[in-house]
Structure formats: C-alpha cells, structure tokens
C-alpha cells in the first residue's frame, strides 16, 4: 500500500509502516505542512494515496466523499498525545493492511475499526 502521512500524526509512525513493507510520504516531505485540507486531499487524490490522519474535519464525507479518493484513515485515540496516538496506530496497523481502503473512510479507535 501506499500512505500519505498527515502532519498530525507522529513522524515516527514512518519506519514502522515502511519496515512493514509499504510505502509512506509525509505531508512535511512534500512542503505541505499547514495547508489547507482541500489542499492535501487533492494531493493524496492526485498521487492515489491512502491518507492517514487525526484530523476530524477530513471524516466530513459530504466535503469529502470517501468514493474519490484510495482511502481515508481517521485515528480517533482516547487521550491525546504522542504516546497514546503511536500506540493505537500501531495496535491498528495489520488490521489496516489487509483492508481495502480504497473508496472508503475508515474510523480507528481503541474499541475498534469502523468503515464508512
């Protein structure tokens, strides 16, 4: 698979999915960083990228039908901070791999996986 790894999420979360054998660019990498959500979804659409991301106002499906784009992942962790947020992650990660993202929006939190 191939991510687009939005500046919300820990950079660290790189090598893991990399080592996994998958394929990962971050939002920083490419000069994205702060740009607006419309800005980086249609770059993730454009390069045919599953974007990986905390950011809630991206799940807004009416902004941004799940259909147009490889997939939308959508960490939701209990409590916030780097450690809580790389723990779901990577509590989540395999389920993530043998999913077909592609058209859909995914959920994650502690309790489990959504797909919308």
Known sequence: ?????????????????RDAGHEVETVYEEG???????TILRKVREERLVLLTLDKGIADIRAFPPD???????FRPLTTGKAATIN???????NLYRMD????????????????
């Not at 779901?88 to 395999?94: G, Q």
């Not at 993202?101 to 919308?116: D, K, P, Y």
Request: hydrophobic content about 45%.
């Open 1 to 17: 698979m191939r991510f687009k790894l939005d500046e919300n999420l820990p950079v660290e979360l790189v090598a893991e999915i």
């Open 32 to 38: 994205l960083a702060g740009s607006s959500d419309e």
């Open 68 to 74: 147009q784009y490889s997939g939308i992942v959508l």
């Open 88 to 94: 779901l992650v990577h509590r989540r990660l395999d």
């Open 101 to 116: 993202l592609a058209g859909r929006l995914i959920v994650v939190t502690e309790s489990g996986v959504r797909v919308r």
